[in-house]
């Protein structure tokens, strides 16, 4: 099954607003074994959405839409529907006498425009949209299908999900089977990992591949596979992600929709550890992600964000020779910060950071993007210095990234027995 993903709006050309329904639409139809081979953005403009229909049933059997419902002058995608599939509208009662009620409720007078919107397809089989008014429109001829549903995102997903869009989407176009694995890692680029895998992509099956999706120090791994039978394929993915793990064990944190902060908090669990941070450069961030993981306060004991030399001195003990020799830029002074949040954090592990985020505030030996980490119990600390670049917000994030991939390997040197 091709499908084709079309949103409408004058709001997305003029990048008032990002679509974001594309994405999740693509990702919907692809975990149930449809390909998007194309995506638009047309404006409000009935010549402008017919070619996008035209262009659309060219390519797929599918066409999902979003925009142009709602009840305003410039929703006009109901029209051009009925228009393109030689229907007419009619009065849908049903969908008035919803609205009626929902606005009874909130004790809202219905205007003329609402009833507009009950205005739909003569063929139309409608599916409910329990997040608004307007429900989506399958249309479907001469082996073609469109669905039209809202633009707003939450309404679409409504529909596409409690309303039975996907569902209907794959009862009607019997896919085969499909499967997915999303392996996580952290620590290497995307090249050196595909490099480390090369023998390994090179023997897939011709209906399996392998896909590397980088991020910030992280990169996903996607194997897909498309087959006859379900239960043959997940055993064949399976056996592919086993070959994966034995030969990168060392860059693997997690699984699916796993995040390096939950691995980190798992493995803390794990091993009855508690962890303190103590930052410059990453000013709190680093801190943050640790906490956006419910049940954190059982791992996490606290941070203390030492922007100014003046705080390193007195909240984490770093010497005043050190920061006047080397700087607060340097191996010395992170290893000090590590070891002062030990004691202040009272804590088993500690992670500090301290760089020149930018994009100014460099010299000739310590360039914007320079960045020490460091990590450590009491008996052993290590201390890693990288090279970024001049995007602050990309240094503050990548470092945390890098900081926590840090603590994780510590975890597994010191703590984990083979």
Do not use: W
């Given at each position: 099954m091709n499908a084709c993903i079309l949103t409408i709006g004058d709001e997305i050309l003029i990048g008032q607003i990002t679509d974001t329904n594309s994405g999740w639409i693509a990702q919907r139809l692809n975990a149930i074994g449809a390909t998007v081979v194309k995506m638009l953005s047309v404006g409000d403009s009935e010549d402008e959405i017919i070619r996008g229909f035209d262009i659309a049933f060219q390519l797929a059997d599918i066409t999902l839409v979003t925009g142009g419902l709602g009840p305003t002058k410039d929703d006009i995608t109901k029209h051009v529907i009925a228009t393109y599939?030689?229907?007419?509208?009619?009065?849908?009662?049903?969908?008035?006498?919803?609205i009626a009620r929902i606005f009874r409720k909130r004790n809202i007078p219905i205007r003329e425009s609402h009833e507009k919107q009950c205005?739909?397809?003569?063929?139309a089989v409608l599916l409910k949209n329990k997040m608004g008014t307007a429900p989506g429109i399958w249309m479907q001829k001469e082996g073609k299908v469109l669905l039209s549903m809202p633009g707003i995102?939450?309404?679409?997903?409504?529909?596409?999900?409690?309303?039975?869009?996907?569902?209907?989407?794959?009862?009607?176009?019997?896919?085969?089977?499909?499967?997915?694995?999303?392996?996580?890692?952290?620590?290497?680029?995307?090249?050196?990992?595909?490099?480390?895998?090369?023998?390994?992509?090179?023997?897939?099956?011709?209906?399996?591949?392998?896909?590397?999706l980088p991020s910030l120090n992280r990169v996903r791994l996607r194997l897909s596979g498309i087959g006859s039978d379900q239960e043959l394929l997940e055993a064949e993915l399976e056996a592919e992600v086993k070959k994966i793990e034995d030969r990168i064990p060392d860059l693997i944190f997690g699984y699916g929709e796993d995040t390096l902060e939950a691995a980190i908090g798992?493995?803390?669990?794990?091993?009855?550890?508690?962890?303190?941070?103590?930052?410059?450069?990453?000013?709190?961030?680093?801190?943050?992600?640790?906490?956006?993981?419910?049940?954190?306060?059982?791992?996490?004991?606290?941070?203390?964000?030492?922007?100014?030399?003046?705080?390193?001195?007195?909240?984490?003990?770093?010497?005043?020779?050190?920061?006047?020799?080397?700087?607060?830029?340097?191996?010395?002074?992170?290893?000090?910060?590590?070891?002062?949040?030990?004691?202040?954090?009272?804590?088993?592990?500690?992670v500090a950071t301290s760089g020149i985020a930018g994009p100014d505030g460099g010299t000739k030996e310590k360039p914007v993007g320079t960045i020490w980490v460091a990590v450590g119990n009491k008996e052993n600390q290590i201390a890693k210095k990288i090279h970024i670049g001049k995007s602050r917000l990309r240094n503050i994030e990548f470092t945390t990234y890098y900081a926590l991939n840090m603590v994780r390997l510590f975890i597994k040197e010191y703590y984990v027995s083979e």
């Open positions: 599939f030689e229907d007419h509208l009619e009065f849908h009662q049903p969908s008035y006498d919803r205005f739909l397809p003569a063929s995102p939450y309404e679409m997903k409504s529909i596409m999900i409690e309303g039975g869009g996907l569902e209907k989407i794959s009862n009607t176009f019997k896919s085969k089977a499909i499967a997915h694995r999303t392996i996580l890692t952290a620590g290497q680029g995307e090249s050196t990992i595909a490099q480390r895998l090369e023998d390994i992509e090179q023997c897939l099956p011709s209906h399996v591949k392998l896909a590397f798992k493995l803390l669990l794990a091993h009855q550890l508690t962890l303190g941070t103590c930052e410059s450069c990453t000013g709190g961030y680093l801190s943050h992600l640790i906490t956006t993981i419910p049940g954190s306060s059982q791992y996490y004991n606290g941070s203390i964000i030492s922007y100014s030399n003046d705080l390193k001195k007195k909240l984490l003990g770093v010497s005043e020779k050190t920061l006047n020799t080397v700087g607060a830029v340097s191996e010395q002074t992170v290893i000090q910060m590590v070891k002062g949040g030990l004691q202040s954090l009272n804590t088993d592990i500690c």
